[in-house]
């Protein structure tokens, strides 16, 4: 990830998904599939998942943003962070 | 002369065999006898938590067997049977139960071995067996008061032995994991008998804790008693056995019931059945006509507990420095999952979802 410029969306996500795919023990995640609601990952791997784009993307998520919408798939984190990096 | 325990501080007591815990010796061909005081101390001592095991200098295969025969293998973790030091098989022991060697009896016949035990390991009490009659009869062993989970602890410690073996040859996803465990979750109101432990969760549980308050015992059979009040505790079982309670939840019933301690503990972490307790906690409440409140007051480790709140639906209406109090739309409150089954003690009228569940 360059300092320089502002990751598109799609190499947002395909960041998160190899993330999630580690996190998860699923090879192959589709970004739709439902993360925490559907039971692949937990809360506590939720709180990684936040560590982990605020690390990668210098984003801040805030206590608001802990919305299961964003968190429940990669499209949503994805997208999430997406509005956080436009910033 | 050796020195006597301090305050009841034993965790765990390890037996030689021969001539201690039975009369004979095995590799001679005696005729082997387990003494009835041995037989009922090995019991009490596990009734009160104190873990046990064996130090033998002895073939492993025979050993195994007598024990079974005597009924009495079942108690005993770990036994350290075989050629080796005995000093060695304490320190095995140490390592695997993961307790300080202060907090060892070792019971031995031979004055050798257990000076053997005293030179290697200075802070293990090395005892003959009338000397450990002698001292939990003069009430220096056993601990005051057992909670119901101490009681429970030998069959929880072979419980979580069993459930990490299948965790470690599990193959596939999380949620099938999750799933294979075969959860049950009971929530209900606590009695006097939960009132330690729930003390206990208050003051040792950081992690998955949402406002950090600490009550006593008395301070909890206060609230107990207060028809303002709910004290609610959780118990876990999976098919490995149980993990004792593991949640509190404490709640002001006004017109809003209002969650102000929430905890589970770190037995726990990884099985996600926050989401679970909170939804019978909403149901009740929801049932008794009153809208779910909850307060969170952020501390360096437990942000977990306010993303298990978000997600399970809270929404956040105030915060201040040191609190945020959110709310769960009436609408909102969550399914319990379906890797876990939900028994609730009293709210059975409002429950429904995908899980059986059960009124005791």
Known sequence: MTAQSTPTNEEIAAVVREFIARLSGHPDIEDDWPLISGGVLDSIAAVQMVDFVERTFHVEVTDEDLELLNFDSVRGLAALVTRRVAV | MTPAPAENTV?????????????????????????????????????????????????????????????????????????????????????????????????????????????????????????????VAGGRVLPRQVTADAARRREMYQAEGRRRGHEERFQGPAEEFLSSLGMTLRVRNATEGDLDRAAELTRRTHQLNTTGITFDR????????????????????????????????????????????????CRVMGRNVGTALIAALARTAAAHGARTVAHFRPTDRNRQMLVTYRFA??????????????????????AVPGYVRLVTEDTATVLSGPTQEVTR
């Open chain 2, 11 to 135: 965790k765990c007591v390890v037996w030689d065999l021969d001539d201690t815990l039975w009369d004979g010796t095995l590799l001679e061909g005696d005729e082997l006898h387990v003494p009835d005081a041995n037989r009922t101390l090995v019991r009490v001592l596990d009734e009160h938590g104190i873990l046990q095991s064996v130090a033998s200098r002895n073939e492993p295969g025979p050993a195994r067997d007598r024990l079974r025969g005597f009924g009495l293998d079942k108690y005993f973790l770990h036994p350290q049977l075989g050629w080796s030091a005995k000093s060695a098989s304490l320190r095995t022991l140490l390592d695997v139960l993961n307790i300080g060697a202060d907090s060892v009896l070792f019971v031995d016949d031979s004055e050798f071995e257990r000076a053997e035990v005293a030179r290697e390991l200075p802070e293990v009490r090395c005892v003959t067996r009338e000397r450990l009659h002698e001292l």
């Open chain 2, 218 to 265: 008395d301070e909890l059979a206060e609230l107990v008693r207060d028809p303002g009040h709910r004290v609610i505790v959780a118990e876990l079982d999976d098919r490995f056995g149980t993990y004792g309670t593991i949640g509190l939840a404490v709640l002001s019933t006004g017109p809003d019931w209002t969650i102000r301690l929430l905890l589970m503990s």
């Open chain 2, 313 to 334: 639906g809270f929404a956040v209406v105030s915060r201040s420095e040191d609190r945020v109090v959110l709310t769960m739309p009436e609408d909102r409150i969550p």
